[in-house]
């Protein structure tokens, strides 16, 4: 796949029947090194000018996501494993757990798609059922 790419971020949580859904499409840079891929996007926060530096890694089951800047973030999905980690926003820092039901990886040469099914847990408590759908197409490819 090309380097310069275009990442759309489906995202959804649900809790108690109510859904709230939010999508993201970005452009991004991508990298395939040591059996790994790497996503690299900027996003500016919102109601923060400062931009927040994103960095995924997909390999082998695990899935981890990285934010820097106003927002940080370090979250791991491991199918089947809970783990624990971190968001600190300018108003403090809350403890995130994160256990990982479902990850699924399609490759293709000029396509990369991840879906995750989730739970949640913020201050160890419950707080959602939640997916993400990660797409990424070569930027070239796409038809504006």
């Keep these: 796949m090309e ?3 275009l990442i759309t971020i489906d995202g ?3 809790l108690d ?3 709230d859904q939010v999508q993201v499409i970005t452009p991004g840079e991508y990298y395939f090194q040591m059996g790994k891929h790497y996503l690299l996007y900027d996003e ?7 931009v927040v530096k ?3 890694k997909i390999q082998e089951g695990k899935i981890e996501i990285v934010k820097r800047g106003p927002l940080k973030a370090f979250m791991a999905f491991e199918e089947g494993k809970q783990n624990s980690g971190y968001y600190d926003t300018p108003f403090g820092r809350l403890q995130i757990g994160i256990r990982a039901e479902r990850i699924q990886v399609q490759e293709e040469t000029d396509r990369l ?8 847990q913020m201050n160890e408590q419950f707080v959602s059922e939640c997916s993400i759908k990660l797409s990424v197409a ?3 490819s796409i038809k504006l």
């Design 3 to 5: 380097k310069e790419v």
């Design 12 to 14: 959804l949580q649900s």
């Design 17 to 19: 029947g109510e859904s």
């Design 44 to 50: 500016v926060a919102e109601d923060y000018t400062a």
């Design 54 to 56: 994103n960095m995924i």
């Design 113 to 120: 798609t991840v879906q995750i099914a989730y739970s949640l």
């Design 138 to 140: 070569p930027r070239s």
